[in-house]
Nanobody, 125 residues
Framework: HVQLVESGGGSVQAGGSLRLSCSAP????????MGWFRQRPGEDREWVSGLDGDGLEDYANSVKGRFTISTDNAKNMLYLEMNNLKPEDSAMYYC????????????????????WGQGTQVTVS
């Protein structure tokens, strides 16, 4: 397991932007996937975006074109830039790490991720 810490959540009006950050130890695995999930009260955790050690990216259809995932390997940081936010984007957002997963195999289920952050709340009104 790796320790993940998210930050950057908050409250914003519809149409606004936020950038989520996730700090993680240096990744020593050749195959891995870093992902962002979100969870609304009473609902299952859902995939938002991810990228893997091959450099592939994936986005949920609901955020495609509005959200951008990126990394700063020198700082061991993962980011999620969220633009044109909508009320339905309101949720607790989690950073997660999966060992041995490559996005070329498809979108990973939450159960594939062994490490999770504590979450950061995003509220869009």
């Amino acid at each position: 397991h790796v320790q993940l810490v998210e930050s950057g959540g908050g409250s914003v009006q519809a149409g606004g932007s936020l950038r989520l950050s996730c700090s993680a130890p240096r990744n020593s695995y050749s195959s891995y996937c870093m992902g962002w999930f979100r969870q609304r009260p009473g609902e299952d955790r859902e995939w938002v975006s991810g990228l893997d050690g091959d450099g592939l990216e994936d986005y949920a259809n609901s955020v495609k074109g509005r959200f951008t995932i990126s990394t700063d390997n020198a700082k061991n940081m993962l980011y999620l830039e969220m633009n044109n936010l909508k009320p339905e984007d309101s949720a607790m957002y989690y950073c997660a790490h999966a060992v041995g997963w490559r996005l070329v195999w498809g979108r990973p289920d939450a159960s594939h991720f062994g490490s999770w952050g504590q979450g950061t709340q995003v509220t869009v009104s």
